[in-house]
């Protein structure tokens, strides 16, 4: 069974940084894509940055210019560095994945639980 393990949230003061980790376990999968959503008070899930298996980057117009998603190592982990962080930024912060099991024909769409960043002074 495969799950997205993420860590790295907490409470961080305005212009502060965070990084945020994602790890895919178990055995017997192939990732293809990786990314973070996040998903503020009152608000919609929205994506701030994916990683594709080849680590070409894509980024949302809203989060430009100060995340920057990276993938570890191996194919299953990906970081999400946040700097100059904004009381905006305070979401939940949800780890995404687009994974092949092996002897299936088509992906499935996981989900992290989330991880709660807060931004505030």
């Known amino acids: 069974q495969v799950q997205l393990v993420e860590s790295g949230g907490g409470l961080v003061q305005p212009g502060g940084s965070l990084r945020l980790s994602c790890a895919a376990s178990g055995s017997g999968f192939t990732v293809y894509f990786m990314g973070w959503y996040r998903q503020a008070p009152g608000k919609g899930r929205e994506l701030v940055a994916r990683?594709?298996?080849?680590?070409?980057?894509n980024y949302a117009d809203s989060a430009k210019g100060r995340p920057t998603i990276a993938g570890g190592d191996g194919k299953d982990t990906v970081y999400l560095q946040m700097n100059n962080l904004k009381a905006e930024d305070t979401a939940v912060y949800y780890c995404?994945?687009?994974?092949?099991?092996?002897?299936?024909?088509?992906?499935?769409?996981?989900w992290g639980g989330g991880t709660l960043v807060t931004v505030s002074s």
């Open positions: 990683l594709t298996r080849g680590r070409d980057t």
């Open positions: 995404n994945a687009y994974i092949r099991i092996l002897g299936e024909v088509s992906d499935t769409n996981y």
